[in-house]
């Protein structure tokens, strides 16, 4: 499945934005999404994941409260709002897929995920 992840930019502190993550169309119905971000010199970190089936959804610490993930009706696009955005925030943000329904304990790891899209990047000004 190719990703194509869209919607980064250049924000400042406190603003919102919503990326979108596409599988080329293709309907997701039983597949788990997730997404991570990177900052240069750091592991990629977990965000988010949602079971497209059930619309079971786990977040990170950092960004549960302030971020949700979405799908739209059709199950080919998923989104990550995110809002009350900081400094911190500021990273390369990639979805990732798997044709499987994840169990919960295993929606944070990375290595689950079989397909990556390349990524939008995501600052935000102080």
């Known amino acids: 499945v190719q990703l194509q992840a869209s919607g980064g930019g250049l924000v400042q502190a406190g603003d919102s934005l919503r990326l979108s993550c596409t599988a080329g169309?293709?309907?997701?119905?039983?597949?788990?999404m997730a997404w991570f971000r990177q900052t240069p010199g750091k592991e990629r970190e977990f965000v988010g994941a949602?079971?497209?089936?059930?619309?079971?959804?786990l977040y990170s610490d950092s960004a549960k409260g302030r971020f949700a993930i979405s799908r739209d009706s059709a199950k080919t696009t998923v989104f990550l709002q995110l809002r009350t955005l900081t400094p911190d925030d500021t990273a390369t943000y990639f979805c990732?897929?798997?044709?499987?329904?994840?169990?919960?304990?295993?929606?944070?790891?990375?290595?689950?995920?079989?397909?990556w899209g390349q990524g939008t990047l995501v600052t935000v000004s102080s």
């Open positions: 949602i079971r497209l089936q059930d619309r079971y959804t």
């Open positions: 169309g293709r309907a997701l119905s039983s597949d788990t």
């Open positions: 990732a897929h798997t044709p499987r329904r994840l169990i919960v304990s295993s929606l944070a790891d990375a290595r689950q995920y079989d397909d």
